[in-house]
C-alpha cells in the first residue's frame, strides 16, 4: 500500500518536473522575442526621429499618388 503510493507520488512528480521544464522553455523563447520587438520598436523610433529631423513635411506629402 505504502509502496503504491510513493509510486503514484514519484508519477506525478516526474509529471510536474516535465511540465515545468517545458514552462520553462516557453517562458524563455517568449523573452528572447519580447527583447527582439524591444530592439525592433527602439530602431523604428529611431528612424522615425531621423526622419522628422532631416526637414518638416508639408500637407502635400500626405496627399495619396491618385490626386
Known amino acids: 500500500m505504502l509502496e503504491n503510493r510513493i509510486i503514484a507520488l ?4 516526474s509529471h ?7 514552462l520553462n522553455k516557453t517562458v524563455t523563447d517568449q523573452q528572447l522575442i519580447i527583447d527582439q520587438l524591444k530592439k525592433d520598436v527602439l530602431a523604428l523610433q529611431l ?21
Open 10 to 13: 514519484e508519477e506525478k512528480f
Open 47 to 67: 528612424s522615425q526621429n531621423a526622419n522628422a529631423n532631416q526637414g518638416t513635411r508639408s500637407l502635400s506629402d500626405d496627399i495619396p499618388p491618385h490626386y
Open 16 to 22: 510536474q518536473d516535465y511540465l515545468l521544464e517545458q
